[in-house]
């Protein structure tokens, strides 16, 4: 298991690499073309934030600790998969693309078809281990609510996106293309499915790597706001449901961190 999220957790790295750093080139570096820097720095500091929730899942000596990490990377891998072969023909497939996108391209599909099989495997293998779970230390109350909204928003979010792009677009703080609408509504729905996992398994030890992952996500999408602050529709409510959204989340990882802190002093 460790093994897989360690090497997941690089490939993620890279696409984060290719989508938060180099924002405005992904007609050379990336899969597809994002006409929008600012979802292309969204999606980036999705994958940046999934380094984090893998590596961290593969530093955990106990499954109970880790296994939130695998669920969520089987839906989102599996969702992506299937979003990029209803949009095959946007992809950086042709002739008329460098050598080098062609390459990035094909490592995509590859990746996306691969990992969610490999995930099949360890959940598979890991059902067939004996042992029980330690002991839960409960989620604050408080935590444990704001990830109940943030598991209620993002799951049918995250679904109209996948399943009716260009009408859940209207909902979103900036412009949206059927194939990014999409391509965000995967992480959103697989987001809520961490979020649900956490209030399922409801013990701090057991989710910390999601809400230590919870920091990093909403501040890189915090600084992808700052970075394109003008693309944003600021008129618009869901803007400023979105940035207390981002805030909400960061509030819940840094709670959730101060938390376990206090119990181990």
């Known amino acids: 298991m460790r093994k897989l999220l360690w090497i997941a957790g690089f490939l993620v790295f890279l696409a984060g690499m290719q989508l938060f750093v180099f924002t405005e080139r992904t007609a050379i570096w990336f899969a597809w073309t994002i006409d929008v820097p600012l979802t292309a720095a969204f999606l980036g500091a999705a994958y940046w934030a999934s380094v984090s929730f893998e590596w961290l899942a593969a530093r955990q000596r106990v ?12 839906v989102f891998t599996t969702l992506t998969e299937l979003v ?11 002739d008329t693309f460098p050598i080098s996108t062609r390459i990035v391209t094909w490592a995509w599909i590859a990746v996306y078809t691969v990992v969610p099989l490999c995930m099949i495997a360890l959940l598979v293998g890991q059902r067939k281990v004996t042992g029980a779970d330690p002991p839960r230390a409960p989620l ?9 909204v943030h598991a209620a928003v993002m799951l049918p979010l995250g679904a109209y996106l996948l399943l009716a792009p260009k009408s859940a677009g209207a909902l979103w703080p900036w412009p949206l293309t059927p194939l990014t609408g999409r391509a965000v509504g995967a992480w959103v729905f697989a987001l809520g499915l961490a979020a649900a996992h956490c209030v399922r398994e409801n013990c701090l030890a057991r ?15 915090l600084i992808a706001v700052a970075r394109y602050f ?8 869901q803007s400023t449901v979105y940035m207390l959204f981002l805030l909400s989340m960061l509030m819940v990882g840094v709670g959730a961190g101060l938390h376990s802190r206090q119990r181990t002093a």
């Open 63 to 74: 499954w109970a600790c880790a296994r939130i990490a695998v669920p969520t990377v089987l």
């Open 84 to 94: 990029t072969l209803y949009h095959l023909e946007l992809f950086h497939l042709g």
């Open 140 to 148: 604050p109350r408080w935590i444990a609510a704001f990830l109940v």
């Open 207 to 221: 989710v910390r790597v999601a809400t230590q992952s919870y920091i990093v996500l909403s501040v890189l999408e």
């Open 230 to 237: 003008d693309t944003v529709d600021w008129g618009a409510p």
